[in-house]
């Protein structure tokens, strides 16, 4: 059984492309989207994909209608191999009910691959080079060396609150004693809070 799956990415486009092309090709049934590709939360492609059978196809107008990105087509596409339904897009000429196709959708899943990789490298190359200049990763800190000095001082004034030097510096109490702390300071429990 062929079952078809088209997607429009906004109100005002026309989905009639490709309904057309899914009949001509003989789908049975034809589930329709009005949702860009970007959104997590497609019900209609669920159900689609709920639907299928083995020995089932999924047919496609273009590659793009089906997945958010290569990696998410990629793993869409495995999944129905898995279960034993083909895919097919028409505009690639991509159906994996034959070895030609099979093999090109093998290679749009190795570029996958190869991209990943690739950001993966780049993300530890830049992390590798920040850190050569000095620079951490992680949340910037929201009291300098010297301001946590000060409020050390501060907290000596046995009048003064931990709520009331949080206050001063514009953070919270528990900012302020993770600070301390960071900076090796006692966190002074006999002080009033």
Not at 105 to 111: D, K, M, R
Request: net charge positive; charged share 30%.
């Amino acid at each position: 059984m062929h079952i078809g799956y088209a997607r429009v990415s906004t109100q005002d486009q026309r989905p009639e492309l490709q309904l057309d092309a899914l009949a001509a090709v003989g789908c049975e049934q034809v589930f329709q989207e009005k949702a860009s590709g970007k959104d997590k939360d497609r019900p209609e492609l669920d159900t689609c994909l709920k639907v299928l059978r083995q020995g089932d196809t999924l047919v496609v107008w273009r590659l793009d209608r089906l997945g958010r990105s290569l990696k998410d087509l990629v793993e869409i596409v495995h999944t129905l191999e898995a279960r034993g339904v083909s895919f097919q897009s028409l505009t690639e000429n991509i159906d994996t009910t034959n070895a030609g196709g099979k093999l090109i959708f093998h290679v749009f899943a190795a570029l996958a691959e190869f991209e990943r990789n690739l950001i993966r490298e780049r993300t530890v190359a830049g992390l590798v080079a920040a850190r050569a200049r000095g620079r951490m990763g992680g949340r910037r800190v929201k009291m300098s060396k010297t301001d946590v000095r000060k409020a050390a001082a501060m907290l000596h004034d046995p009048l003064m609150t931990k709520t009331e030097v949080a206050k001063h510096f514009g953070v919270t109490r528990v900012t302020l004693n993770l600070a301390l702390k960071r900076e090796g300071y006692p966190q002074n429990p006999a002080a009033p809070q």
